[in-house]
């Protein structure tokens, strides 16, 4: 055999034994990456590295969880707290986990200590009325946190307010809407600076706070179906000052009137309100349903709202006054009932002094149309 035919030799027989190797290590690959599969909990379906336990009526987040999950779907079911038990071992890869209306209710210190690469949580849709401080690790990587209509009622939006100041440094994507939320604690978001997106959507907000929205990193901001009449000035400036931001406003109930005036030349003259066309009075009635941006300053008169405006000042101390007279009203029936015999007895005393004196009424006028009976009465003077 010549020397090329042996050179031609070594290399074919080279190609097949990398081809091989090559073989052998895909082969490795794939039983290693699918072995922790092997331990899929019962009631949830495993695929590559994503475990659905969808409405399956667990109590409990199921165990044991694959080594290598990257995603934990288990919305839909009625786990009520959430536990430093409920993720025991780490899972050093998961990065997304849904746990949308399963009834949550408290989520407990070091709850989440075993994922420390969490990039996303959802709790949207529980009744969460506790939410420890510790239960993220300092140092967590989330960054899209989706709370909507997850508060048990929005009076405990101070247990978010304490979160959001200490153990969410990076979270962008925040999600607070439907959760009639009225007020906003005030600094609620001055512990998220890098935050870009926040939904307020579908709460009753009457009014935003000074340094609400003091990041700068702010990008979008939806304020949609609250209940805001009018943005303070302060508010106004407030987000001039954060560059490139889009905010959206429809679906407010704006009073037209005087007090709206700087609103509307702010609106006028800043693009970043993306809806700002679809922005309409609620009041007073005769500009109901009138574009914002069509108004004019001759429209906007505060003596014609005068009347308005006390009628809804007024409006709560009328029904304060109708229940303090039904109050005294019952309280007032309530003695006529404990007092019933002596009040008895006095009206048949009334009774018994009206009728002796109409008697006596009924005698002097027989005695005075009756001439006989004057001369006979005079005669008993005498």
Not at 67 to 76: K, R, S
Not at 216 to 228: I, M
Not at 246 to 263: K, S, T, Y
Request: aromatic content about 6%; some cysteine.
């Amino acid at each position: 055999m010549s020397d090329v035919g042996l050179l031609h030799l070594l290399q074919l027989q080279r190609k097949q034994k990398n081809m091989c190797n090559l073989t052998l290590c895909v082969l490795l690959f794939l039983t290693c990456s699918c072995s922790p599969l092997s331990s899929c909990p019962a009631q949830c379906l495993c695929e590559t590295t994503v475990v659905n336990c969808v409405s399956q009526d667990l109590r409990s987040i199921p165990q044991p969880l694959p080594e290598n999950i990257t995603a934990l779907n288990i919305n839909g079911n009625d786990i009520r707290n959430l536990n430093n038990e409920s993720f025991p071992r780490p899972l050093e890869h998961l990065t997304h986990l849904y746990v949308s209306g399963s009834q949550v209710e408290e989520l407990d210190s070091m709850v989440f200590k075993n994922l420390p690469s969490l990039r996303l949580v959802d709790l949207s849709n529980n009744r969460i009325s506790q939410f420890s401080v510790e239960a993220l690790p300092q140092d967590n990587k989330i960054e899209v946190l989706n709370l909507s209509k997850s508060l048990y009622n929005h009076s405990y939006i101070g247990v978010f307010a304490d979160l959001f100041k200490h153990s969410l440094p990076k979270v962008s994507h925040l999600d607070l809407s439907n959760n009639d939320l009225v007020l906003l604690p005030e600094g609620i978001f001055a512990g998220l600076s890098d935050l870009t997106v926040l939904d307020l959507r579908n709460n009753s907000l009457v009014t935003i706070r000074n340094d609400t929205f003091w990041n700068r990193a702010l990008k979008e901001l939806d304020l949609r179906d609250n209940a805001l009449k009018v943005l303070p000035n302060v508010t106004l400036e407030e987000l001039s000052s954060i560059p490139d931001l889009r905010v959206r406003l429809a679906g407010n109930p704006w009073r037209c009137d005087c007090n709206i005036e700087d609103m509307l030349i702010w609106l006028a003259k800043h693009e970043f309100v993306v809806d700002s066309f679809n922005l309409t009075c609620s009041g007073p009635a005769r500009l109901k349903n009138v574009p914002l941006l069509t108004l004019i300053q001759s429209q906007l008169s505060c003596w014609s709202n005068a009347g308005d405006a006390m009628d809804r000042v007024l409006e709560p101390s009328y029904v304060f006054l109708g229940m303090v007279l039904a109050l005294i009203g019952v309280i007032f029936l309530l003695v006529l009932y404990l007092n019933r015999k002596g009040i008895k007895g006095w009206m048949y005393n009334i009774r018994d002094a009206c009728r002796d004196h109409m008697e006596g009424y009924h005698y002097r006028y027989e005695i005075n149309s009756d001439p006989r009976l004057a001369n006979l009465s005079l005669n008993s003077d005498v």
